[in-house]
T-cell receptor
Framework: KQEVTQIPAALSVPEGENLVLNCSFTDSAIYNLQWFRQDPGKGLTSLLLIQSSQREQTSGRLNASLDKSSGRSTLYIAASQPGDSATYLCAVYLVDQGGKLIFGQGTELSVKP | DTAVSQTPKYLVTQMGNDKSIKCEQNLGHDTMYWYKQDSKKFLKIMFSYNNKELIINETVPNRFSPKSPDKAHLNLHINSLELGDSAVYFC???????????FGPGTRLTVT
């Protein structure tokens, strides 16, 4: 059974810091991995999607890496800003189960001005 | 230009009632999903439809019945609501299974 774990559960940093959020999964037979952002009381916004054949994806100040063999992904946020404060969720797509997306519990990020 | 929309945004109802949540996507996607986010913020898939056909039914009580009248709509009907059904329900869509998923704003259901 696929399990997705995110560490840390919460993180507080001063503005301007570079930071790394971690995601691990137990079964490496994934189709892809997707990082989302969720603001309080809002829906999820897709940030980056990494195919299982890729090592990383970049969008602006965000860089996501994937090491499928070790079951790990990281989301790197450069020069953090107060507007980055949100919960970040990673999710893996399982091909052999009808395309099911399995979520981690999220990392709640707070960036202090 | 809302991509995935849900109605209503908030729903407060009493135990035993029947209620529906509607979802529409204007992205031209083939696949739609319902997720439940519990009080601990954990998101779990409930159902998935591809071209109006059910492809995932994740051991959800049969009080929950999804209905897809066409590719752009996936509604969720819940019978005999229970306290434990209180949660935020999210609809999502993707071009096809395995592709990037786009989420709606959520419907916060409170059962009293």
């Amino acid at each position: 059974k696929q399990e997705v774990t995110q560490i840390p559960a919460a993180l507080s940093v001063p503005e301007g810091e570079n930071l790394v959020l971690n995601c691990s999964f137990t079964d490496s037979a994934i189709y892809n991995l997707q990082w989302f952002r969720q603001d309080p009381g809002k829906g999820l916004t897709s940030l980056l999607l990494i195919q299982s054949s890729q090592r990383e994806q970049t969008s602006g100040r965000l860089n996501a890496s994937l090491d499928k063999s070790s079951g790990r992904s990281t989301l790197y946020i450069a020069a953090s800003q107060p507007g980055d404060s949100a919960t970040y969720l990673c999710a893996v797509y399982l091909v052999d189960q009808g395309g099911k997306l399995i979520f981690g519990q999220g990392t709640e990020l707070s960036v202090k001005p | 230009d809302t991509a995935v929309s849900q109605t209503p945004k908030y729903l407060v109802t009493q135990m035993g009632n029947d209620k529906s949540i509607k979802c529409e996507q204007n992205l031209g996607h083939d696949t739609m999903y319902w997720y439940k986010q519990d009080s601990k913020k954990f998101l779990k898939i409930m159902f998935s439809y591809n071209n109006k056909e059910l492809i995932i039914n994740e051991t959800v009580p049969n009080r929950f019945s999804p209905k897809s009248p066409d590719k752009a709509h996936l509604n969720l009907h819940i019978n005999s609501l229970e306290l434990g059904d209180s949660a935020v329900y999210f609809c999502a869509s993707s071009h096809r299974t395995g592709h990037e998923q786009y989420f709606g704003p959520g419907t916060r259901l409170t059962v009293t």
